[in-house]
């Protein structure tokens, strides 16, 4: 199954983005993350991306291929750990099925257009 790395880093910059852009540091407590990541979840859900997006985190950070640092939205030098801690705990704060283990169905990441993922994530169905 393939999933929108666009998609992918557009919520993950609801985090990521909107922390940075009032802070000048990774926080102490990955709780500080907590409100962005509620709006992550409301506006995927909105959107009808929540369960594609779980699959796609726990692809990112499964995937030792995947450079994660080049998903910390840019506006503050983010390691690759940095990265995954967020995602780990995005995973877990959302009680995404299977934590922050590798999905349990294959999955590959890749670029999309918003237009392109619409029209791809509508031949996909659904998740139960």
Do not use: C
Not at 1 to 10: A, Q, R
Not at 59 to 64: A, V, Y
């Amino acid at each position: 199954m393939k999933i929108s790395t666009t998609m992918l880093d557009y919520n993950l910059g609801q985090i990521t983005l909107t922390y940075f852009a009032e802070h000048n540091e990774m926080p102490e407590d990955l709780s500080d993350f907590d409100s962005y990541i509620e709006t992550m979840r409301h506006d995927a859900q909105a959107a009808g991306d929540l369960p594609w997006l779980l699959l796609g985190l726990q692809q990112l950070i499964n995937d030792p291929e995947i450079d994660l640092a080049a998903h910390g939205g840019g506006v503050f030098p983010l390691s690759a750990d940095d990265v995954r801690d967020i995602i780990i705990h995005a995973l877990y704060k959302l009680n995404a099925p299977g934590g922050a283990a590798a999905p349990l169905i294959p999955v590959t990441l890749a670029y999309m257009t918003g237009e392109d993922w619409k029209a791809h994530r509508a031949t996909l169905g659904t998740l139960a």
